[in-house]
Nanobody, 115 residues
């Protein structure tokens, strides 16, 4: 079983920045991918960014060049630095990991960007 603890998020103005963090815990972790998805009002959940165990990162098209994902493999943590935020970035952001082939999700943290 994997537990995910998310932190960060909150309210920002357009053009501002926020940072999200997520820590995974559990016994015998063997995490391949860690990442962030988001669900905006009226939209399906979408990939924001994910990073593999060897540091290969993928980003959703709408956040490329603005968001940066990083991972501490030893600590099983992932951070998402979000810059140049816009109101379309508003949504619930979910931390996710793939551990031994199983997908785990955090409870989500709200990000609200005002214009």
């Amino acid at each position: 079983q994997v537990q995910l603890e998310e932190s960060g998020g909150g309210l920002a103005q357009a053009g501002g920045s926020l940072r999200l963090s997520c820590a995974a815990s559990g016994s015998g972790l063997s995490i391949t991918y860690m990442g962030w998805y988001r669900q905006s009002p009226g939209k399906q959940r979408e990939l924001v960014a994910r990073i593999s165990s060897v540091g290969n990162a993928n980003y959703g098209d709408s956040v490329k060049g603005r968001f940066t994902v990083s991972r501490d493999k030893a600590k099983n943590t992932i951070d998402l630095q979000m810059t140049n935020l816009n109101p379309e970035d508003t949504g619930v952001y979910y931390c996710t990991v793939i551990n031994e082939g199983s997908h785990y999700w955090g409870q989500g943290t709200q990000v609200t960007v005002s214009s």
